[in-house]
């Protein structure tokens, strides 16, 4: 009689992806520590993967892993190896040795209004965030002229409009603004967020999936629009 107990399945899950580039592991605690503290829910318990690609030598793993902890991440993986040796120490510490994708194609962004684009407190970014990469607009708006790659991030403390395509991660109302939305061309997205309250992208692809979509907060729940 055959036994039931688990079952493998393959399925995608949202890894936030820290790019190291100085070996200093308090150094790198530190940065962590600032991000952090402009969505604190957001981040709190978030898996993590290491890219040490850049490094020149290879970091204690087992020390990095314990400051990532200290943070109140969950460190799972390492990613970037460039020998076996590497490798191997990522294992004994614990650690998945895992590889990225290659960058989509981004499309050409539609016109943004010029009222939005000189509204005061606004940050407006010029072309594409590629992944590995964040932009920030503290205490305003952020417009994005371009599409949002995967495993690229944008945060506002208020509301988002994304001129492209959303295939990364878009937190708005990173300080706790329930006021905020996030407005994009295409909705791909691997996260988002606003005020707190988010959803992955599993949830994501239903009715409003591929669509240009506005999202608001209801209560606490997320609410869609068609655009």
Same mark, same amino acid.
């Given at each position: 009689?055959?036994?039931?107990?688990? $079952? @493998?399945?393959?399925?995608?899950?949202? @890894?936030?992806?820290?790019?190291m580039t100085?070996?200093?592991?308090?150094?790198?605690?530190?940065?962590?520590? $600032?991000?952090?503290? @402009?969505?604190?829910a957001f981040f709190r318990a978030a898996p993590l993967v290491i890219n040490i690609e850049k490094l020149l030598q290879t970091p204690d793993f087992t020390a990095l892993a314990d400051a990532l902890k200290a943070l109140d991440l969950v460190p799972v993986g390492i990613t970037g190896a460039?020998?076996?040796?590497?490798?191997a120490a990522a294992r004994a510490a614990g650690l998945a040795v895992v590889s990225t994708g290659k960058i989509p194609m981004q499309q050409e962004a539609p016109a943004a209004p010029a009222a939005l684009l000189n509204q005061p407190g606004t940050k407006v970014h010029r072309g594409p965030v590629r992944s590995g990469q964040q932009v920030y607009a503290p205490n305003g708006s952020l417009v994005i002229l371009g599409s949002v790659s995967n495993g690229a991030e944008v945060i506002a403390d208020e509301s988002i409009h994304i001129y492209g395509q959303l295939r990364g991660r878009a937190v708005a109302g990173a300080k706790?603004? %329930?006021?905020?939305?996030?407005?994009?061309? *295409? &909705?791909?997205? %691997? @996260?988002?967020?606003?005020?707190?309250?988010?959803? &992955?992208?599993?949830? #994501? *692809?239903?009715?409003?999936?591929?669509?240009?979509?506005?999202?608001? #907060?209801?209560? $606490? *729940? &997320?609410k869609f629009d068609r655009l």
């Open positions: 009689m055959a036994e039931h107990g688990i $079952e @493998l399945k393959g399925s995608s899950f949202t @890894l936030s992806v820290v790019h100085d070996g200093d592991i308090q150094r790198v605690k530190r940065q962590l520590a $600032e991000k952090i503290a @402009l969505a604190p460039k020998d076996d040796a590497t490798r706790g603004n %329930e006021s905020a939305r996030i407005y994009c061309q *295409q &909705l791909m997205a %691997e @996260l988002i967020s606003v005020a707190g309250h988010y959803q &992955l992208s599993d949830g #994501l *692809q239903g009715a409003n999936w591929e669509q240009p979509v506005t999202i608001s #907060l209801a209560g $606490e *729940q &997320l």
